[in-house]
């Protein structure tokens, strides 16, 4: 299984961006992704997850009403749009995957995960 996250960039306060994680060697359809991410100092914070197999998905406090899960299981990609984005959603941020269906956002939960991709956001 890999994971490739992919999107981020800088971008000014109120912004937006979409990640991307794409995946290989498994079939989406029976997983769940999480998104997390990490900024210097801090520990990894999770952002959001989605069942792919019903698009059931969770989102943080933190993100609630800005960001928005999404997939697309014949591309085998699941989506994290950035609307409204804050100095503080500055972060590392980095897809994870486990096989079933559970919503949690513990890092422990994930089985895999993908390298990261770096999101700025700064006047």
């Known amino acids: 299984v890999q994971l490739q996250a992919s999107g981020g960039g800088l971008v000014q306060p109120g912004g937006s961006l979409r990640l991307s994680c794409a995946a290989s060697?498994?079939?989406?359809?029976?997983?769940?992704i999480g998104w997390f991410r990490q900024a210097p100092g801090k520990e990894r914070e999770g952002v959001s997850c989605i069942n792919t197999s019903d698009e059931t998905a969770y989102l943080s406090d933190s993100v609630k009403g800005r960001f928005t899960i999404s997939r697309d299981n014949a591309k085998n990609t699941v989506y994290l749009q950035m609307n409204s984005l804050e100095p503080e959603d500055t972060a590392v941020y980095y897809c994870?995957?486990?096989?079933?269906?559970?919503?949690?956002?513990?890092?422990?939960?994930?089985?895999?995960w993908g390298q990261g991709t770096q999101v700025t956001v700064s006047s």
């Open positions: 060697g498994l079939i989406l359809d029976y997983w769940t």
């Open positions: 994870a995957a486990r096989l079933g269906r559970g919503l949690y956002l513990t890092h422990d939960y994930y089985d895999y």
